[in-house]
């Protein structure tokens, strides 16, 4: 394959978010687009029997803490005699003044497809094909980035639609960028500040790495992924390799989302929602830093710092 077919940065469109069978729950994954008005998400699954409540949340991220916000949590609970559905919006960690959805259709040992339908300023839900209810947004759809998945639920599948099949494509590709990519950290990173890097790992991939540079050109730290042994590790400014104990979770076109929260004299890493744990580099080294670069083989789609 050239390097140019290699680098071709528009993937295939059943490759940009592909249905997802059977995931293992709690299941969360980025939704590639956002949401915007005419986009569909599909939810087929069973009720396990002892189903006690299970929760379908509309997220604006994906970092464990703090919560993110969530635009629209759809959670349907059967330990009460009737089932019912409570809906409601969390931000800042409070949820707000919930909305009470008696007669779902949802039943104990019973399989069900529920369909969300954003729409410009509601999100309408199906429920075997019926209309079941509307939610009218509190926060705007495009924050909403993340779909999380948990509670008492068994999912067959998670389906990615739009109502009009012509535009498919179109919207769903954000602007990527080339890599290498630089950003400019003006301040340096300080307690609290995040860096996301959102993108889609190439076909045959060799490597990927984030390095975290201060003005004199040093890099105190990077993170590198490397598809040949398929690990991942932090790479100090000595060439000490630290490797990061987890699965490895970068795999060739699919996504990816790196996560670096900023703490007091450590960088905490999530990958894919996941907690990968710490690094440590003292506060005035992180104040120091001022370029976030990106390469590999990789195409991003967002590079937030
Ligand atoms: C709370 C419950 C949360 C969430 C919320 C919705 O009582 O603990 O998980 O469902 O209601 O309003």
Redesign the pocket.
Known sequence: MSIDEHLDPIPDSFILQPPVFHPVIPYGTTIFGGLYAGKMVMLQGVVPLHAQ?F?VDFQCGCCLHPRPDIAF?F?PRFYTVKPHV?C?T?QGGL?QK?VRWPGVALQRGAGFLVLFLFDNEEVKVSVNGQHFLHYRYRLPLSRVDTLAISGDILVKAVGFLNINPFVEGSQEYPVGYEVPCSRALPRGLWPGQVIVVRGLVLKEPKDFTLSLRDGATHVPVTLRASFTDRTLAWVSSWGRKKLISAPFLFHPQRFFEVLLLCQEGRLKLALNGQGLGTTSLDQKSLEQLRELRISGSVHLYCVHC
Request: hydrophobic residues 35%; neutral net charge.
């Open positions: 409540r929760q949590h959670n409570i409601n969390l949820w919930e």
